[in-house]
């Protein structure tokens, strides 16, 4: 191999180079190496690739599966309460809702629309107007009157829609 007699300086910011020596740790080379043999498209030692970074699709994905699996947790308990009240038509209604929450959970993130922003925003209102409810019934053992109920249902349904189409 010839000898490296060029020197060629560069810049990185901190967040930058703390990558690097992440990505060269995890393959177990130097930093100027790891940043050699990628430039140079040369395979590193072999099984150390290094995991790739999280996408900022993949963070909307998480946080959407986050918010969805809270609504889930909520709608179960109104669900048990409703059972326990011996509501056959709310617990339907509400079993529905859960059907809808699971299934955008399922088809996450391949359905995901690219612009979330809002469409989280609206599913973490709609989350926050379910937990009243849930927290309301646990506490006085009864759920609330069937339009509170429903027009939090009807957040929560188009909120989902609005994420996962």
């Known amino acids: 191999m010839p000898r490296r007699s060029i020197r060629k300086p560069t810049r990185w910011s901190p967040e ?33 690739m290094p995991a790739p970074r999280p996408t900022e699709a993949t963070d909307r994905a998480d946080e959407a599966a986050n918010q969805l699996g809270r609504i889930l947790n909520n709608l179960r308990q109104l669900v048990r309460m409703a059972e326990l009240d011996g509501d ?18 399922l088809r996450l ?28 019934a646990n506490g006085t053992g009864e759920l609330s009157s ?6 939090a249902l009807m957040e929560v349904e188009a909120a989902v829609r609005a994420l996962v189409p």
């Not at 056959?88 to 959970?105: C, Y």
């Not at 993130?109 to 309301?136: F, K």
């Not at 069937?146 to 027009?151: C, E, Q, S, T, Y």
């Open 16 to 48: 930058e180079w703390d990558r690097i020596e992440e990505a060269a740790h995890v393959c177990g080379v130097p930093p100027l190496r790891y940043i050699r043999e990628a430039a140079l498209r040369c395979p590193l030692p072999e099984g150390t």
């Open 88 to 105: 056959r038509g709310g617990t339907a209604v509400l079993l529905d809702a859960a059907s809808l929450v699971e299934d955008a959970v």
């Open 109 to 136: 993130p391949s359905a995901l629309r690219r612009d979330t922003a809002n469409a989280l925003a609206r599913l973490v209102e709609a989350g926050i107007g379910l937990n009243a409810l849930a927290h309301r």
């Open 146 to 151: 069937r339009v509170d109920l429903f027009v």
